[in-house]
Every structure is written in structure tokens, then in C-alpha cells.
């Protein structure tokens, strides 16, 4: 069930005094945060590009880390001067890698979402879908925007995301790897219009950074703490479970699903071999003692329950769409939970669900859909993508942090 948990006992965000490089994840205090010039433009006197090193290293290639050059500054009022050329500038820099903080990441509270999953369990589709719904759908009900907060998350969207799936319905390709070059985080501001009954309306933002693994970088430990440092610095997890990969979940899908793998052929992308190896990264950064619950809020949450038999989902909380009122309702919230809860132990992969009560604090059980439908031939399917409940993962997490209420319309 759903668990009411103290505001400070959320892990942080970076402080008031720190912030998160949303690229390369080192937390960095605030007055130490560098400008970059501004340059040259037209007639405007400015600094000519000059490679940057930091920047070429993260990038792995010399190719567009030539920029103007990079310095240090009070920058109290988010704005400093070159002290080359003189121009003022509020384009800031991480000290670290020397990528761009975005102002609209510096100036609001960030909040790390790490996506993870074993392979094919569907993270880029469910990343794609998430992100059309809140700018969409879900943004209307929340009285919400989404707007993203540098050039590439927009480039890297149309290009990765939206244009493939919700354009052409083509299939995403599997995430590459990060041992193949870093991969871009989409970092997008959300604000929330909240309107109190005897209150002035008020904005509240929130920085969201979502950032996906592949699923072979959970293959080993060595890979994880190499290549997935954001684990570290994430202030809640989505982890995605393809309910193909549990033992007894075969029964249960529809014969028109694909047909399933059968559970233990590898044992690297078993969804507990793959939680189990977050949790030790996640136990590393908190420095909890064994059988201390960590206090990182977790999503868990069956992909692809439009391939369930009907059977078992008539009069279940997963047969309902959720009420779009702008609130989370913690009655179905514990009803999903409840239901999911017994899909597990069902399908003999209870011990998931008994692991996660015994690592963290507060953990929540979902089922969705990101397509709502089963795909054809490398294609989405006929009815086009159709999401089903694929917000409520994000959805308690704005409630955990604080940016959503919680409701029991029932009055319990």
C-alpha cells in the first residue's frame, strides 16, 4: 500500500548550495558553477571558439566541443561578465565536463528519474509515450507544462523518440550502450499552476531529468559502476518489468502476444538479478547498513498488460482508467498496487515484490501500457499508440515529491 512519507525524508535533490550535472551527474556546489562566453556575433566583439577539452572528453570527440571559452564568476544574479571581451553572459557551465546547465535546471529544484530495466522491457517506447503524454493529455488535467530546457533534449526527442514512434509508428531499436559514447539525458522543466481554494494561484517547477540505460550495462557489476553513475546521483527509480520474463506469467497473455522467452535463459535480464544489482549501486551512494531500507522512492511497473488475458483484469483496478482530476487517488493507488501485488505472487515471482519491501522504504507497484496494444511486424498496431496508465509511475512521484496532492475520494 501506499506509504505517507515526511518531505525531509526525501532524498535530494542537490540542496539550495549543490547542484547535479544532469550530463555527467557530479555534484556541484553552486558558487563554482562556470560561465561560458557568449562570443562572437556578427560586429559584436566576443572570445573565438577554442576546443574544449572537458567537453571533448565526455563527448569522446573533438567534433562541436570548439565554443567560446569557459570561466569563473560569482554569477550571483545568474549573469557574469567575460573577463576576456567584457560581454556579460548567463550561459552557464559544469566545473566537471563543461556541458551547458540549462538556467531554467539551475534555478529550480532537479530531480533525477533514472529509468531502469532489463533488455526488451521497453524504456525508450515508454520514455517516448510518458513525455507526448505530459505535453499533452496529462499536462492539460495537471495544468502543467513541460518545456525542455536545452536544444539537444529537444533534438535528441524528435529525433530518438517522437518522430520514429508517434510519427512513422515504427518500433524504437533497443537502447545502445553506454560503452558505445555517452547517451544525452532529456531534461525538461515542469511547472504546476496550483490554485488553492482560499490561496493567490502559485507556479511550482520542478527540473525532471530522465535518463535510460541499456539493458546489457546491467549485465555485470563492473559495466554498472562504470558506466552508470546516475544511479548514484538519481533521486528515484522507474524500473520497468517485461512480464515475459517472470516464471509464470505465460498463461496469462494473450495467445496473439509474441511468444515468450522462457525465464532463465539468461539469467542477466531476470527482472530481480537486475534490481538487485541497482540496489548495491544505490546502497553505495546512501552508505546504509545492511537490512537498513534506502529511502530512494521506487516505481515498479509491468509493461505491456494490454497482452493480459481479460480474464484477469475484469473487475481488477487495472480494468479502470485512472480519474484524470489533477490529484492522485490514493484509493486506486492502493487498489493497483494490491492487484499488481497479487499478479506477482500469481505468476511465482512474489520473492520481487518481498525483496523490494526489504530494500527500501517506499516502493510502489504498477501496471501499464505504453502502446496499448500488441505490435505488428516491427510497427506499432493498427489503433495506433493508445497509452494506457503509463503517467501513474510519474504521477506518485510528483506526490512523493511534494508537486502533487493526494486525494481519498472515498473518505478513508
Not at 143 to 148: F, K, P, T, W
Request: aromatic share 6%; with cysteine; net charge positive.
Amino acid at each position: 500500500m501506499t506509504r505517507p512519507l515526511s518531505r525531509v525524508g526525501l532524498p535530494g535533490a542537490s540542496s539550495r548550495h549543490e547542484i547535479t550535472c544532469p550530463y555527467c551527474f557530479a555534484s556541484v556546489a553552486r558558487q563554482r558553477v562556470l560561465f561560458r562566453c557568449r562570443g562572437q556575433a556578427g560586429r559584436t566583439q566576443g572570445c573565438a571558439p577554442v576546443l574544449d577539452e572537458a567537453l571533448a572528453a565526455y563527448m569522446g570527440s573533438p567534433a562541436g566541443a570548439s565554443l567560446p571559452p569557459v570561466f569563473a564568476a560569482s554569477g550571483r544574479k545568474g549573469r557574469a561578465d567575460c573577463p576576456a571581451c567584457g560581454r556579460p553572459t548567463g550561459n552557464r557551465a559544469c566545473p566537471e565536463c563543461h556541458n551547458p546547465l540549462p538556467a531554467a535546471y539551475c534555478d529550480s529544484p532537479g530531480r533525477i528519474v533514472a529509468l531502469v530495466g532489463a533488455k526488451n522491457a521497453g524504456k525508450s517506447t515508454y520514455i517516448a509515450v510518458l513525455l507526448h503524454e505530459l505535453m499533452n493529455r496529462v499536462g492539460t488535467e495537471l495544468d502543467a507544462s513541460l518545456v525542455a530546457c536545452d536544444d539537444r533534449t529537444i533534438e535528441r526527442y524528435k529525433r530518438d523518440f517522437a518522430r520514429p514512434l508517434l510519427e512513422q509508428r515504427r518500433l524504437l531499436p533497443t537502447t545502445a550502450s553506454a560503452a558505445t559514447g555517452p547517451r544525452e539525458p532529456l531534461v525538461y522543466l515542469l511547472t504546476r499552476t496550483r490554485r488553492g481554494r482560499f490561496t493567490r494561484a502559485r507556479n511550482d517547477s520542478l527540473a525532471l531529468v530522465l535518463f535510460d540505460t541499456a539493458g546489457e550495462d546491467l549485465r555485470s557489476r563492473e559495466v554498472t559502476d562504470l558506466h552508470l553513475r546516475y544511479l548514484e546521483a538519481a533521486d528515484a527509480i522507474i524500473f520497468l518489468v517485461d512480464p515475459l520474463e517472470l516464471p509464470g506469467a505465460r498463461t496469462g497473455l494473450l495467445d496473439a502476444a509474441p511468444v515468450p522467452r522462457v525465464p532463465g535463459d539468461d539469467p542477466d535480464s531476470e527482472p530481480l538479478n537486475v534490481i538487485a544489482r541497482v540496489t548495491e549501486t544505490l546502497r553505495q551512494r546512501h552508505g546504509t547498513r545492511p537490512g537498513e531500507p534506502l529511502p530512494v522512492p521506487v516505481a515498479v511497473a509491468l509493461t505491456k498488460i494490454d497482452a493480459l488475458r481479460p480474464a484477469l483484469l475484469r473487475q481488477s483496478a487495472l480494468h479502470r482508467s485512472r480519474s484524470g482530476a489533477g490529484v492522485l487517488d490514493l484509493d486506486d493507488r492502493d487498489a493497483v498496487d494490491e492487484q499488481v501485488r497479487a499478479l506477482l505472487h500469481e505468476w511465482q515471482a512474489g520473492q520481487l515484490d518481498t525483496y523490494l519491501g526489504q530494500q527500501y522504504a517506499d516502493h510502489a507497484l504498477f501496471g501499464l501500457s505504453a502502446l496499448g496494444g500488441i505490435p505488428e511486424g516491427g510497427r506499432v498496431g493498427a489503433g495506433g499508440v493508445r497509452p494506457y496508465r503509463a503517467e501513474d509511475p510519474l504521477l506518485w512521484l510528483l506526490h512523493r515529491f511534494g508537486m502533487l496532492d493526494g486525494v481519498r475520494p472515498g473518505g478513508s
